[in-house]
Nanobody
Framework: VQLQASGGGLVQAGGSLRLSCLAS????????MAWFRQGPGKEREFVAA??????????YYADSVKGRFTISRDNAKNTVYLQMNSLTPEDTAVYYC???????????????????WGQGTLVTVSS
């Protein structure tokens, strides 16, 4: 399984970015897909997740991004997206795509639940 994250960059506060995660070796429609991030000097934290279709297709968001970020998937392209709007400097981090193909996760918000990880893409938000 390979997850290739892209789309990071430098953006001004209030701006938007869309991250992409191209998956191979796993069918994203049958997997939990998630985004985590790790800011400077911070621990890795949950951002958003989307359950597999067979698991209910629910979406989950961290309180800090709810209403600003949207996770979505294009099953035909086997790609997951994270649309990020109204960015603030506090969103500056390396963003990681993660996946797990189990039917049920104990916690969609725990990074330890995910078996597969991408390499990360850096998002920098300037004030």
């Amino acid at each position: 399984v390979q997850l290739q994250a892209s789309g990071g960059g430098l953006v001004q506060a209030g701006g938007s970015l869309r991250l992409s995660c191209l998956a191979s070796g796993i069918t994203i429609s049958n997997a939990y897909m998630a985004w985590f991030r790790q800011g400077p000097g911070k621990e890795r934290e949950f951002v958003a997740a989307a359950a597999a279709r067979r698991s209910g297709s629910n979406q989950y968001y961290a309180d800090s991004v709810k209403g600003r970020f949207t996770i979505s998937r294009d099953n035909a392209k086997n790609t997951v997206y994270l649309q990020m709007n109204s960015l603030t400097p506090e969103d500056t981090a390396v963003y990681y795509c993660a996946a797990d193909s189990r039917l049920i996760l104990s916690s969609t918000r725990a990074w330890s639940e995910y078996d597969y990880w991408g390499q990360g893409t850096l998002v920098t938000v300037s004030s």
